[in-house]
């Protein structure tokens, strides 16, 4: 088969509604996943870095990735609406995927924008379906889909996640978007309180399988973004990347 950046949208068609190959490919690329299932979400053709980004997602080696996007990057739609799903349907076979925001209105709002996709996405749902939507005794909220016995989860950072599982499965996917902004970088004391509460609650609430996502806007230079790429220079499980609107050239 050519290479899907090869394909034009007549073969693209014709390999989704071809279910066994649909599902094949899907499960073996995110790429495919989203071309597949999400292609109402591409207004526009995808531009080098994204590619990039789902490269990236399809690293079974990555314990981190750390991704500075500009705004309207489709970072979020990629890495907090799409990679839930991928990664539950898929080759990484999650098990309990959590999706931390600043607050709990945006943390709300990410899971209804995954349970409206499961419902209103006819392929996705056929394939996929059914979910189920719960309240825990965490106060947080959950969508679980029995057919892959996965749980999504959805928290701000007003909540505590210590000791938070599905079944027996901790945390093995964590994605943070959005978890600052201009207001809580402005001061050191606010810069250092979100890397301390990532570091004390996030980080542990994982094992040692988990993936952890961070994926935002360039806020400061001392951000807590901007100290994972300090932390994490050399470290070879840890991927980051900037994307700005302009580069060195303008």
Known sequence: ????????????????????????????????????????????AFAPFHYEMFAMTENPELVLMNILAFRSSAKSTLMTLSLPMWAMTGKLKKKFILIVSQTQQQARLHLVNLKQELEE???????I?????ITDEWSSSSLVI?????????VSMEQSVRGLRHHEHRPDLIILDDIENSESVRTKE??????????SEI????????????????????AFQMRLFELGEDRPHWAHKKFPLLDENN
Not at 121 to 127: C, M, P, S, V
Not at 146 to 153: A, E, G, L, N
Request: aromatic share 10%.
């Open 203 to 222: 980080i542990p609430a994982g094992n040692e399988k988990t993936t952890i996502v961070c994926v935002g806007n360039y806020l400061h230079n001392d």
């Open 190 to 199: 606010g810069r250092d309180k979100t890397f301390s509460w990532v570091m």
């Open 1 to 44: 088969m050519k290479n899907i950046k090869q394909l034009t949208p007549k073969e693209i068609e014709r390999i989704r509604v071809d279910a066994p190959v649909r599902k094949k490919l899907a499960c073996e690329s995110h790429l495919w996943f989203f071309t597949l299932y999400m292609n109402k979400h591409l207004e526009f």
């Open 121 to 127: 996405n006819e392929l996705l749902k056929r394939d």
């Open 146 to 154: 029995p057919r892959y016995d996965t749980r999504i989860t959805a």
């Open 129 to 133: 379906g059914p979910f189920q939507e």
